[in-house]
């Protein structure tokens, strides 16, 4: 074999959003690469997106098929809105009534297997190519008929496209019981491709360079989707990648009973959840402290997985906190998350691209209930949120995150315990007085500072929100059981 006259520091870019900062800028040049997956995991889609980078930057690539036929390559390509323009398909899939043109296709009882390679260092002459991609191996696997003749084929291969400094890029099948061995040792790299049907929503899709032989790259699982336009990898986060020096800053909600009570509003940097039953106000709090935030020069998201924008915008209008104003002067944005649709990876990404690209400064999260829905393995759901929460708080960025509680009244549970990871909490819950059901607030933890310890009212009208003094005739509010033994003369005008 050749030895290769680049080197192997030199990448080559896949093209694919998200991969190249997997692999560190793209794959080394001049090496081979295995690309395994079950069908329907989007090998074919990934391997063109590679050759069409490549026709982007002016090099010549070329696509070997075995597997489908060239109108089957086009197919797919159409499908993403592709033309495959400076991309040589070398079609191996023809009908041996076609025999005497360059793509005939090959059985193994009429001709050896030594035939085929000869076929494709003949293309190799005149194409010269820079990528390629052969498409799959299971065919190759079929005619060699032994693992000896099987590995010496694909040495056979590397040793022809190493001779032009070109990158081979092998797709091959995985079943569930079957390893191909004789390939993953011949590779300088493995990238892995699953996908996972959950029992409700779309396939749950990942991406795991198993191995890029020396070089660094990003390891483990990352999810990916395959939209119209290609594949997209949504890098694992890792947190301790991106620090940045912010200013101190807190965020006050507009309401002075209610800063009095938090020690002086939320600060940057940190995570405040606010829990309590349906009803009792979360999401309209944490509109509540969206608003003021805009209104002093921050930008702020909004992710609702529970409400849509309509509803949550005529909801609030009609409490006078006015999101509209801001959502036009571009302070405040609302994105609807399908948790059927959206992987943890995908939102993870979509959040990062607010605060770095857009310099979001507050985040709300309402609810976790729903991005708990967005994760079909919740014991994994912990692991995901302590990353991405460590990363809006190395930013400077303030999390607000809607828990709602199960159940009214009474012994109220949470859905997950994610309580630790939280530097504020802020819990709601309903008392009853006077026949009437009503609101009552506490701030039971905050790590930056000090806070009350006390419970007010807490009301919610025409006039906006509303925090009365603290209700020292409560007992029980903790339990989820709050009970009020004081007068009428304490309490806020609900009227």
Not at 82 to 110: K, M, N
Not at 195 to 214: E, F, I, Q, T, W
Request: net charge negative.
């Amino acid at each position: 074999m050749s030895t290769p006259s680049e080197p192997i520091g030199e990448r080559m870019p896949t093209g694919i959003t998200g991969l190249d900062d997997i692999l560190g800028g793209g794959l080394p040049r001049s090496r081979s690469y295995l690309v395994q997956g079950r069908p329907g995991t989007g090998k074919t889609t990934l391997a063109l997106q590679f050759l069409l980078e490549g026709v982007r930057n002016g090099e010549r690539c070329l696509y070997i098929t075995l597997s489908e036929t060239e109108e089957e390559v086009r197919q797919v390509a159409d499908s993403h809105g592709w033309s495959l323009d400076g991309i040589h398909v070398f079609d191996l899939t023809a009908s041996p009534d076609d025999a005497g043109t360059q793509y005939t296709f090959f059985h193994p009882g009429e001709v050896e297997l030594d035939e085929i390679v000869k076929r494709v260092l003949s293309e190799a002459e005149r194409v010269k190519p820079v990528r390629v991609v052969i498409d799959s191996l299971t065919e190759l696997r079929l005619l060699a008929r032994d693992a000896l003749r099987y590995r010496r084929q694909i040495l056979a291969f590397k040793k022809i496209f190493s001779a032009y400094n070109a990158i081979l890029i092998l797709l091959a099948e995985q079943h569930p019981t079957e390893t191909d061995s004789q390939i993953e040792s011949l590779v300088h790299g493995i990238i892995l491709l699953t996908s996972s049907l959950p029992d409700y929503g779309v396939p749950r899709r990942k991406l795991c360079v198993v191995k890029l032989r020396a070089s660094k790259h990003g390891e483990g699982y990352h999810d990916f989707t395959i939209q119209t336009g290609g594949i997209v990898v949504y890098p694992r986060l890792i947190a301790a990648q991106h620090h940045a020096k912010f200013l101190p800053y807190r965020f006050t909600s507009g309401v002075a009973a209610l800063d009095e009570l938090t020690g002086g509003g939320l600060d940057a940097g940190t995570v405040t959840m606010i829990m309590g039953p349906a009803g009792a106000g979360k999401s309209t709090l944490a509109a509540q402290y969206a608003l003021t935030a805009a209104n002093g020069g921050k930008s702020i998201v909004l992710y609702n997985f529970d409400e849509n924008r309509t509803t949550l915008l005529a909801r609030t209008s009609a409490l006078g906190i006015d999101l509209d104003s801001q959502i036009n002067a571009g302070k405040v944005a609302i994105q609807h998350v399908e948790p059927a649709g959206t992987s943890p990876g995908e939102f993870t990404s979509i959040i990062r691209r607010a605060v770095e690209e857009d310099g979001v400064g507050l985040v709300v999260i309402d609810s976790i209930n729903g991005y708990h829905e967005a994760m079909p393995e919740e014991h994994f759901l912990p692991a995901h949120l302590h990353e991405l929460f460590t990363y809006l708080n190395q930013r400077g960025v303030a999390t607000i995150l809607v828990m709602e509680q199960h159940g009214l009244v009474g012994g109220l549970a949470s859905p997950i315990n994610v309580s630790y990871l939280a530097d504020m909490m802020i819990l709601l819950r309903y008392f009853e007085a006077g026949g009437e059901i009503r609101r009552a607030i506490s701030a039971i933890k905050k790590r930056s500072g000090s806070h009350e310890r006390v419970i007010r009212e807490f009301h919610i009208g025409a006039q906006g929100i509303q925090v009365g003094q603290p209700l020292n005739e409560f007992r029980g509010v903790l339990t989820g059981q709050p009970e009020y033994f004081g007068g009428p003369g304490t309490l806020l005008d609900s009227k």
